[in-house]
């Protein structure tokens, strides 16, 4: 099955719904169960302090879009947000725009709030300027990112969860995290009978700079990624693990008690490209799923996983 | 205890977490917690069909802003995104700015997406130019929603969940749907030990003119709410039923067999806002609250709600 004709089946059968502009989607009652299913199966699989869990919103400031780099290197891909600054009498001016059919949003003025671009940026600035010990701390988070790339391909959606097991420590601590969670997520995606495998990856850096950067991550084996086929029989990642050396901990200035920056490293299950993957092994007919899959992703009761 | 005490509270106990810009907050796992538990519960209080029952991203069709008449009654409170457009020449002269530490938002151009304003303004468009049967419908669904209102005060978040049951049909129908579900909504929530009472309200509608609508919505008794202590003895909505009339019908061209436009109502339910309430009742800890509401929000387990 292509990806068109796969997204041609999800729409009739109502799994997911046109949200008006490509790549946007609203999520039925059957999705959301199975996405819910999947973040509580790979909740429980880290088994973290309740302490350490944390829940971002969509939005996150606009000056993490800076600090982190992601600005400098997805320019194309940020969402900031902006908003009508004006008094009273300069409302018509941008009505008047509105009424003509004439683009209006020049009007407004940015405000200090941009899209989430990835679950974790949201996470360093919370230890900014901070000093961490060497055993490491393990943090599980969720966050709902956004990425400007419309396609008509339902794997790439502009809105969409990760759930993230994020590491910050030493290097060794970083690797070593990532290391065990390719292991553990391929266990658990495999468990779930998807066809996985575990790539070395580069992200999609923007421009002729990005093409460096994107050759050095590579090189140096920073990412990986646990594929499987989504949309098609062409296999993507549907979660993926990131070794980010000490940039975090450059950027946003966290150290170790020797005043080394920390080095961190991340895995991240992305619950709609999971959901996807699922619906595209056993179909949209979440009843007819085989019974040790509904199990695992809490799907007997026709409610919502816990 | 004031609103600012309250904070202190929240933040101190790490029941929310701050969020980098005034208004912004991460949900700690307890508080993540206490919300799913609203959502499951006020969920089955609804009993609507799978098959109408949808969530949304918090990103919706930029042209909706316009369509459902949001942006010309509250300008100030919308979000709209860019992002940047240029090519690889163009993008040194916005990393000078971000470099010169200068505003540098104007170099991008604005999307085709922005926040979602409420959530029924996602729905409307799905029947854009339908026509429906005079029985009504009704639909359960849950968004995302965004307002540019930084404030100090937790019940005032920048970003928040709806919950939301909404009907479309008669003028009869949806002044049914709005007085069952105040009805029921406050039964549910007073079952939960808040203190709740319905008083008529209006919108904070933009500017001079925007008094205006706010007076006729008054006067009209167009717009319920149902409020109880949030953040501070003062009582705030955490819920609301709304008679649109036919705005929504006309705006969207969505008619009844006899040609005439929807009518529609929504109930509204604040998730963070109820989950605030509930703190503010009963304290930081969740263990300790009565039994009869731990069991009413499924919240013995110790994981989050199905």
């Known amino acids: 099955m292509s990806a068109s004709e796969f997204r041609r089946t999800l729409l009739d059968e109502g799994i997911l719904v046109p949200g008006g502009v490509t790549g946007l989607y609203h999520r039925s009652f059957a999705f959301e169960r199975i996405?819910?299913?999947?973040?509580?199966?790979?909740?429980?699989?880290?088994?973290?302090?309740?302490?350490?869990?944390?829940?971002?919103?969509?939005?996150?400031?606009k000056s993490t879009l800076v600090k982190s780099g992601y600005l400098r290197s997805f320019p194309d891909l940020v969402g900031v947000i902006s908003t009508f600054g004006g008094s009273d009498r300069e409302l018509p001016a941008l009505?008047?725009?509105?009424?003509?059919?004439?683009?209006?949003?020049?009007?407004?003025?940015?405000?200090?709030?941009?899209?989430?671009?990835?679950?974790?940026?949201s996470l360093f600035p919370l230890f900014q300027g901070d000093t961490l010990?060497?055993?490491g701390t393990v943090y599980e988070i969720q966050g709902t990112c956004f990425r400007h790339e419309p396609s008509e391909d339902p794997a790439r959606m502009q809105s969409f969860r990760q759930h993230e097991f994020v590491?910050?420590?030493?290097?060794?601590?970083a690797l070593a995290h990532r290391t065990y969670w390719l292991e553990r997520g391929t266990e658990l995606l495999g468990a779930l009978g998807l066809a996985v495998e575990v790539?070395?990856?580069?992200?999609?850096?923007?421009?002729?700079?990005?093409?460096?950067?994107?050759?050095?991550?590579?090189e140096k084996e920073l990412k990986?990624?646990?594929?499987?086929?989504?949309?098609?029989?062409?296999?993507?990642?549907?979660a993926s693990g990131n070794y980010h050396e000490d940039h975090f901990g450059?950027?946003?200035?966290?150290?170790?008690?020797?005043?080394?920056?920390v080095h961190s490293a991340c895995i991240g299950f992305g619950l709609e490209r999971i959901s996807l993957a699922?619906?595209?092994?056993?179909?949209?007919?979440?009843?007819?799923?085989?019974?040790?899959?509904r199990h695992l992703l809490q799907l007997e009761t026709g409610r919502l996983a816990p």
Chains 1, 2 share one sequence.
């Open 199 to 218: 790539v070395v990856a580069n992200d999609p850096f923007f421009g002729r700079a990005g093409r460096l950067l994107a050759t050095g991550q590579l």
């Open 278 to 293: 699922l619906v595209l092994a056993y179909g949209t007919h979440v009843d007819q799923w085989p019974g040790d899959v």
């Open 167 to 173: 590491y910050l420590g030493t290097a060794e601590g």
């Open 95 to 121: 009505l008047a725009r509105v009424d003509a059919e004439e683009e209006w949003s020049d009007l407004l003025v940015s405000t200090d709030v941009a899209m989430c671009s990835a679950a974790c940026h």
């Open 35 to 61: 996405a819910r299913g999947v973040e509580s199966y790979v909740s429980h699989a880290g088994d973290v302090a309740e302490s350490r869990r944390l829940y971002f919103p969509p939005v996150m400031a």
């Open 224 to 238: 990986y990624e646990i594929t499987s086929p989504i949309s098609s029989a062409v296999a993507g990642a549907i």
């Open 250 to 261: 450059v950027d946003f200035r966290i150290l170790l008690e020797d005043g080394s920056p």
């Open 133 to 135: 010990g060497r055993d």
